[in-house]
């Protein structure tokens, strides 16, 4: 079985849920407390024994490029005042893995920023973290689908339970138990925003999945879905019917960083992990009167 070495993030989208800022600022470099959420996108790939990413951009997201490059002016001012630490972080961070920009040049959808990534990935198997959605757990998502990759050698979806009245946003999966496994299920059917009464079930793919290339001929052929855009959903739609794929219910908590809540939220948690903020922060959501 081909190792994963490859891993695609999407991150060309418009952010319209972010407005006004996304006008302006990337979404993926809005900060959760001093990181921006496309790091811990490249953290959790190379966590997971990722070596090059592919990120997917557009022309006013640059910035993103910036972050992981070093700056050789920062690097002689932090030299001269002696900040050592900050310095090998900076370090440390440009050097988590070989990452790689290729702009979608027309926003088309998913599926569509996918399909740039062909010859970036070749024959391979691969991961595609979701630019949006960044998830904390104890073992990286990405290994939690590569270790089933490595088990059963077929296509490993990203699932969460949704509440069925929020299943029309994402999608839903048609699935069949596989037996002395409660987070593990076999896929054969799934369906993009699904009307009422059109689910298979509540389970939805959050943020996470690993294709095998035979995906790119799919998306190649693919014609315009929901919301007229090129759903990578559609796409392993057919994977799902084709020789089936596994939907992992992964341990983690996700946060849509797409979203106003999703952001402050997941500033709130990482705000009261971080040694130089937990303090004062819990204090001062303790003081609060709602
Ligand atoms: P979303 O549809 O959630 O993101 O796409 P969006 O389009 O940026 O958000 P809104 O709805 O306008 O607020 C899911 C992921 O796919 C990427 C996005 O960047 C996001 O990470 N994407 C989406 C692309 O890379 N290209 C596209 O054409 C569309």
Redesign the pocket.
């Known amino acids: 079985m081909r190792k994963i070495t490859k891993a695609i993030i ?9 407005l006004p800022i996304s006008h302006a600022v990337p979404k993926e470099m809005l900060p959760i407390v001093d990181l921006p959420a496309i790091y811990y996108l490249v953290e959790e790939a190379a966590r997971s024994g990722i070596t090059d990413i592919l990120v ?1 951009t557009n022309r006013d997201k640059d910035a993103m490029e910036d972050f992981f490059d070093l700056s050789p002016e920062y690097i002689s001012a932090l030299e001269a005042k002696g900040k050592i630490n900050e310095l090998s972080e900076i370090k440390r961070i440009a050097d988590m893995a070989n990452v790689y920009f290729l702009r ?1 040049k027309e ?4 599926g ?2 996918v399909g740039r990534a062909r010859s970036f990935i070749g024959d391979e198997p691969f991961l595609v973290l ?3 959605d960044i998830i904390f757990s104890r073992t990286p998502v990405c290994r939690q689908l590569m270790d089933v990759y490595e088990k059963f050698g077929k296509p490993v979806v990203g699932v969460k339970p949704v509440p069925v009245e929020q299943l029309a946003k994402y999608c839903s999966l048609k699935v069949e138990d596989v037996p002395g496994r409660d987070d593990l299920f076999f896929c054969t059917d799934m369906i993009e925003k699904p009307k009422p009464g059109e689910e298979f079930s509540n389970l939805s793919i959050l943020g996470r999945v690993l294709l095998t290339p035979d995906v790119f001929d799919i998306i190649d052929g693919l014609e315009p879905g929901a919301g007229g855009e090129y759903q990578l959903t559609d796409a392993m739609r057919e994977l799902a019917r084709g020789g089936g794929a596994y939907a992992l219910e992964f341990e983690g908590d996700r946060f849509d960083l ?1 979203s106003k809540t999703g952001f402050l939220k997941a500033n709130i948690i990482k705000g009261l992990q971080h040694p130089e903020t937990s303090e004062e922060l819990r204090d001062f959501l303790r003081s609060l009167d709602i």
């Open positions: 999407p991150a060309a989208g418009l952010g319209t849920r972010m997917i979608q926003t088309k959808g998913l569509h920023a979701y630019g949006d797409g």
